[in-house]
C-alpha cells in the first residue's frame, strides 16, 4: 500500500492525532536515533499549536552513553 504523503508527513498527522486526542501528552525519549526522530517532530507540532515547552520523559536505561545524558 503507497500513501500520497511522506513518512514523515504521516508521522506528523499521527502526532497531530495524539494532541487532538489527549489532553497532556508527553513524549519518552532514550536518547536513540528513533526517539530522537519522534521528539523532534513532536516538538514541531508542539510548536504549531503553540503550547510551551513539550514534556519529556527520560527513562535511563543504565547502559547509556554520557555522551546522550548530557545531550
Known amino acids: 500500500m503507497f500513501l500520497d504523503i511522506s513518512c514523515v508527513e504521516a ?3 499521527r502526532i497531530r492525532h495524539v494532541y487532538d486526542t ?5 513524549v519518552q525519549f ?3 536515533k528513533d526517539s530522537t526522530a519522534a521528539l523532534y517532530l513532536a516538538k ?3 510548536e504549531e499549536r503553540d503550547l510551551g515547552p513539550v514534556k519529556v520523559i527520560f527513562r ?3 547502559m547509556v552513553s554520557p555522551l546522550v545524558e548530557a545531550y
Not at 22 to 26: A, E, L, M, P
Request: charged fraction near 35%; aromatic fraction near 6%; proline fraction near 0%.
Open 11 to 13: 508521522a506528523r498527522q
Open 22 to 26: 489527549f489532553d497532556t501528552v508527553c
Open 30 to 32: 532514550s536518547g536513540g
Open 44 to 46: 514541531e507540532v508542539h
Open 60 to 62: 535511563d536505561e543504565e
